[in-house]
């Protein structure tokens, strides 16, 4: 018997790349905001008090809590933070899904839903989109662990209208329905509303894309009383203090400044729906996207040398091999400079 | 069938009470340092660009592992750091604490071990203290599914010598041994040393007490390479970025200057003993500290009522309930002031 015998085995999960390299660097690659988060972020983190930092954070982010209740208006006993959505998604697979049955999520989806379901032991099964890439929900018939998905979708940014989650969450009281919000701010509705009449409905986001704070790490769930008091109990038995007093300032501060979201969202959907015309003026062919990213691919063209190609020239997007996925490059949406660059190399690209 | 009944039901870990009252309030409850963090920590945190944020913090947080390194001369790939030593030893359970044998722990010691076990579903054993509350590492004969204490044990203070941790280790072969040094800083001598020569020690240490950064939440854990490479594809299974930017920023500058620590490390031992002294003056019992606090109790005094009487006085003190911990109070060391403030309290305190 040696120590070794009791390690955990797992493939983690890998994220986008982040470039230490020097020279010019066109980050596409991890869905970023191109522009800076609201000016009061920085006021928030000039006023910290690095004397403060001797003590303990406040345990209940009691601030994050407040911004979100009135920006939102959800009442602080149905808001969950942690640092960043999978924080707050592996927390719910720990709270949420502990039964016999399988969890089931879309085959083309954010990956780490699969990595979690390693971690934590929860039988899973997927379900493909359909041929237009989009979740249906009459595939999702039967009685499940737990049914999850992103909202918009990714990596392929397809939106489920309002009307079709709600479907989703009504006709399976039997388990927890997560859907991840992460790139709502992009152009969906959010199914925050929902959240007042399905006890089993939890809706998470982050301040990490729509408000420029992927550095600051700090997301949310919205749910009811119940699915938020299960998720604080299994934080509590975890780490007492997640979210240092920066991130309690600094996402406080972002939270409340909705003209800073409104206005940064504006730009991206705005640059997204001109890259996605000249995409297809170029032959890409890609689904319409509600986030901040476009999932473009072309017949005859492999995505993986077109990946390869834009790497060599310090433009990093996302590739995700397998069967449709490989297909097509994940491409986040820059400043217009970053955008026009792009639209050149492959105006330039002969493949191999 | 019915999503609550998937529900994941855990009794979580209390922390120490974080007063939101008004008034005076001497807070000797969390063993916070009751000294400003270093000068270098203001200035990491002026100099952090908020435009920055934007962007995901360095997943490797190559700069607190490059200082960790400098500082302690350990290699960077025998170093893991979290939100805290909590999230280091919530990730360690998860990362070698896989096997079918108990996991033993002395029974008066950190009560988040017990939550752990819970949450994960590991098994464990309590093993009493001695007489002396010592931890007699004579009592830990058997095979084990791992070992685990801290030192200084929380909440007694004792040291346990580094050659009886030695002792411990090698006689251990079966399971990793994880030596939880939160409070070494305050007159211990740390067990680094021995993860070159013990592939299956953990030794975990926390800027939150002895480098005054408990609001800032980092901790991290020295050990062989296959620990510490375990410990990260556990953790980049349940969340890709831990550490936010100025989490990164602030403990680099903390972990470097090592004359901060000494000086206010130095003020507290200084008060420490003072305290110890005047205590045992008064007819206090308590065994010998080497951490920030001291474990403090009187015949003919119960601890649960004095505790009340002092937060009612609005100077808050932990009291652990329970078998032996309940005669005794568990006191932080504060400035000279507050713990004036302390005696003084004790010296007019008749009881009920």
């Not at 790349?17 to 066109?26: A, F």
């Not at 979100?68 to 899904?97: K, Q, W």
Request: aromatic residues 10%; negative net charge; proline residues 6%.
């Amino acid at each position: 018997m040696s120590w070794e015998d009791n390690l955990r085995k797992i493939s983690p999960y890998v994220a986008g790349e982040q470039p230490k390299i020097k020279g010019r660097i066109i980050k596409l690659n991890t869905n970023e905001c191109p522009y800076p988060p609201s000016p009061d972020v920085a006021r928030a983190l000039k006023e910290l008090d690095p004397s403060d930092l001797r003590l303990y954070p406040d345990p209940e982010y009691t601030d994050i809590r407040l911004a979100l209740s009135e920006v939102y208006s959800v009442p602080s006993n149905r808001i969950f933070v942690g640092v960043g959505s999978d924080d707050v998604l592996a927390t719910s697979f720990m709270a949420f899904f502990n039964g016999q049955r399988p969890v089931v999520f879309p085959d083309v989806t954010y990956s780490f839903y699969r990595v979690w379901c390693g971690l934590f032991r929860v039988p899973y099964r997927l379900i493909p989109l359909d041929s237009d890439l989009k979740i249906d929900p009459d595939d999702y018939k039967g009685e499940w662990g737990g049914i999850l998905f992103p909202n918009p979708n990714a990596p392929t940014g397809v939106l489920m209208g309002l009307d079709r989650v709600e479907e989703l969450v009504k006709s399976h009281p039997e388990c927890v329905v997560i859907c991840d919000e992460a790139y709502i701010d992009f152009g969906g509705e959010s199914a925050l509303s929902l959240t007042d009449r399905y006890e089993n409905l939890l809706v998470v986001q982050t301040t990490s894309k729509s408000r420029s704070l992927a550095g600051l790490r700090v997301g949310w769930a919205f749910g009811s009383e119940k699915l938020i008091s299960c998720l604080s109990d299994v934080r509590n038995s975890f780490n007492s203090y997640t979210m240092n007093r920066p991130a309690i300032a600094c996402s406080a501060a972002a939270i409340r400044d909705v003209e800073s979201l409104k206005r940064n969202t504006g730009m991206v959907i705005k640059t997204r729906e001109r890259i996605a015309s000249a995409l297809s003026e170029m032959g890409f062919d890609m689904p319409e996207s509600s986030a901040n990213f476009v999932f473009c691919g072309r017949k005859g063209t492999s995505a993986q040398d077109l990946f390869k190609a834009l790497r060599n020239d310090g433009i990093f997007v996302r590739y995700f091999p397998g069967d449709r996925t490989g297909e097509r490059l994940r491409v986040s949406i820059g400043t217009d400079e970053d955008m026009d660059e792009f639209l050149k190399f492959l105006g330039n690209y002969k493949g191999d």
